[in-house]
């Protein structure tokens, strides 16, 4: 009996250590996770491209339209279509240029732009939201996988831990009953049955991962949790306007002014329509000898045409206030934004500050507890004062609680990553007529 007490003695306390241990290993950094993403994300290339005809469109929205060639034979006698049988019959060719209303060139121009200057603040946002959804899917990952590898360490333990029990029970002397020996029977079936779930969430997160980078997916990530702190400092008492300042430099925002401004000189665009659109014709009229051999001189004509915009009420005056509804509507979907983001920023800074609670509360106090708990279950059971089921629930209670510390520590990071995109800002020449690519 002693030996077998003594036997468990081993097992439970070198569990004890092993399950503390962390293995040191290369793997797949999260850093370097994101950095493939966004290097192969296609929606970046996709921007730089519609930039690009963004601007192309610009300089073509400043052109004048193309002048209008006429080609005309006039006055033609339908009896004997003879070009010299009345003196008015003629061959002639005419151009004609009409110029845009007002300053419609220049607004149609400025309108491009400002919809191009967009696309460099789009891909300032992209990238931070790559980088939060590629760090989300990379600690689901991780998660899954440090639970994997805590257990299995807890694994080998039980498997000790029934060959123990079945030992003692066999033996005449044992203390060890058939109940003690079902019980770590039966936890050790529930610890491969949390096996089997975390394997599925493993494969779900690396598949979701695999999106983003592809085949690396499937590579072991890195034993370390990143240990990063928000870009700024935040405080869950800081006042309304401390939050709005937070979050007004987001490259989304940014990007909503653009459009902003885009719809405004749409509105500006609306209002030429109230000016008058002048088209300048210049004609040459060709006309041979008459019947008498006599030259007939030939005839220039020149002239102005216009639109007269009279009958406003239900075109112009329309269409101007269809544009400016068009751009309020473009204001109030950015205070929406605004309201959203300073939301969830307050309530992921809230969340963070109990994370750091509860991270500090395991690491300082549970998880020593935990573990006094399970030692002094155990010198129980080794001085006959104790039984062998509050030993194993005491070891059980203790690999609970480092998973769930770890499901903390992962948390707490993601809500880290969460706060980080909240508080993006855009950098100071994001707003550049075109990328080089």
Same mark, same amino acid.
């Given at each position: 009996?002693?030996?077998?007490?003594?036997?468990?003695?081993?097992?439970?306390?070198?569990?004890?250590?092993?399950?503390?241990?962390?293995?040191?290993?290369?793997?797949?950094?999260?850093?370097?996770?994101?950095?493939?993403?966004?290097?192969?994300?296609? &929606?970046?290339?996709?921007?730089?491209?519609?930039?690009?005809?963004?601007?192309?469109?610009?300089?073509?929205?400043?052109?004048?339209?193309?002048?209008?060639?006429?080609?005309?034979?006039?006055?033609?006698?339908?009896?004997?279509?003879?070009?010299?049988?009345? /003196?008015?019959?003629?061959?002639?060719?005419?151009?004609?240029?009409?110029?845009?209303?007002?300053?419609?060139?220049?607004?149609?121009?400025?309108?491009?732009l400002? !919809?191009?200057?967009?696309?460099?603040?789009?891909?300032?946002?992209?990238?931070?939201?790559?980088?939060?959804?590629?760090?989300?899917? &990379?600690?689901?990952?991780?998660?899954?996988? @440090?639970?994997?590898?805590?257990? @299995?360490?807890?694994?080998g !333990?039980?498997?000790?831990?029934?060959?123990?029990?079945?030992?003692?029970?066999?033996?005449?002397?044992?203390?060890?009953?058939?109940?003690?020996?079902?019980?770590?029977?039966?936890?050790?079936?529930?610890?491969?049955?949390? !096996?089997?779930?975390?394997?599925?969430?493993? @494969?779900?997160?690396q598949?979701?991962?695999?999106? &983003?980078i592809?085949?690396?997916?499937?590579?072991?990530?890195?034993?370390?949790? =990143? #240990?990063?702190?928000?870009?700024?400092?935040?405080?869950?008492?800081?006042?309304?306007?401390?939050?709005?300042?937070?979050?007004?430099?987001?490259?989304?925002?940014?990007?909503?002014?653009?459009?902003?401004?885009?719809?405004?000189?749409?509105?500006?665009?609306?209002?030429?329509?109230?000016?008058?659109?002048?088209?300048? #014709?210049?004609?040459?009229?060709?006309?041979?000898?008459?019947?008498?051999?006599?030259?007939?001189?030939?005839?220039?004509?020149?002239?102005?045409?216009?639109?007269?915009?009279?009958?406003? *009420?239900?075109?112009?005056?329309?269409?101007?206030?269809?544009?400016?509804?068009? *751009? @309020?509507a473009?204001?109030?979907?950015?205070?929406?934004l605004?309201?959203?983001?300073?939301?969830?920023?307050?309530?992921?800074?809230?969340?963070?500050?109990?994370?750091?609670?509860?991270?500090?509360?395991? #690491?300082?106090?549970?998880? =020593?507890?935990?573990?006094?708990?399970?030692?002094?279950?155990?010198?129980?059971?080794?001085?006959?004062?104790g039984?062998?089921?509050?030993?194993?629930?005491a070891?059980?209670?203790? !690999?609970?609680?480092?998973?769930e510390?770890?499901?903390?520590?992962?948390?707490?990071?993601?809500?880290?990553?969460?706060?980080?995109?909240?508080?993006?800002?855009?950098? /100071?020449?994001?707003?550049?007529?075109?990328?080089?690519?």
């Amino acid at each position: 009996m002693k030996v077998t007490r003594h036997l468990l003695l081993l097992i439970l306390g070198a569990g004890a250590a092993i399950v503390n241990a962390q293995t040191v290993h290369e793997g797949l950094a999260l850093n370097e996770a994101v950095d493939m993403a966004i290097a192969a994300d296609p &929606w970046l290339t996709g921007s730089r491209h519609t930039q690009a005809a963004l601007t192309d469109e610009a300089t073509a929205a400043a052109t004048l339209p193309d002048p209008r060639m006429t080609l005309m034979a006039g006055n033609f006698p339908v009896d004997s279509f003879d070009i010299n049988q009345e /003196p008015m019959t003629q061959l002639s060719v005419g151009i004609s240029q009409m110029f845009p209303r007002g300053d419609t060139l220049v607004l149609a121009q400025r309108k491009k732009l400002e !919809l191009a200057l967009q696309h460099p603040l789009l891909r300032e946002d992209r990238r931070a939201r790559v980088t939060a959804t590629v760090a989300q899917l &990379w600690l689901d990952a991780y998660n899954a996988q @440090e639970s994997i590898r805590v257990i @299995e360490q807890d694994r080998g !333990l039980f498997e000790h831990l029934v060959d123990a029990a079945e030992a003692s029970y066999a033996t005449a002397v044992g203390r060890a009953r058939q109940q003690d020996v079902i019980r770590a029977q039966l936890e050790l079936t529930r610890l491969e049955d949390r !096996l089997t779930a975390l394997r599925q969430r493993q @494969e779900t997160a690396q598949m979701r991962l695999s999106e &983003w980078i592809g085949s690396r997916a499937d590579d072991r990530l890195t034993s370390a949790l =990143p #240990t990063d702190s928000p870009a700024a400092q935040v405080k869950t008492q800081d006042s309304e306007q401390e939050w709005y300042e937070r979050v007004s430099h987001h490259p989304t925002l940014l990007a909503l002014d653009k459009r902003i401004e885009a719809m405004d000189t749409d509105v500006d665009l609306a209002r030429q329509k109230y000016k008058p659109e002048w088209g300048l #014709t210049a004609q040459y009229g060709y006309r041979d000898r008459d019947l008498m051999g006599r030259d007939r001189a030939d005839l220039f004509s020149v002239g102005v045409t216009f639109d007269l915009p009279l009958f406003t *009420a239900n075109r112009q005056d329309r269409e101007v206030s269809a544009a400016v509804g068009h *751009a @309020e509507a473009i204001r109030t979907d950015k205070q929406l934004l605004i309201r959203r983001l300073m939301a969830e920023l307050e309530t992921a800074t809230v969340n963070l500050a109990r994370l750091d609670e509860r991270h500090a509360l395991y #690491t300082d106090q549970l998880l =020593p507890q935990m573990s006094e708990q399970a030692e002094a279950a155990l010198a129980a059971y080794n001085n006959d004062d104790g039984d062998f089921a509050e030993a194993v629930r005491a070891r059980i209670a203790e !690999l609970n609680a480092r998973i769930e510390a770890l499901v903390i520590a992962v948390e707490r990071q993601k809500t880290i990553v969460q706060i980080n995109y909240l508080l993006a800002r855009a950098s /100071p020449d994001s707003a550049q007529p075109v990328d080089n690519y």
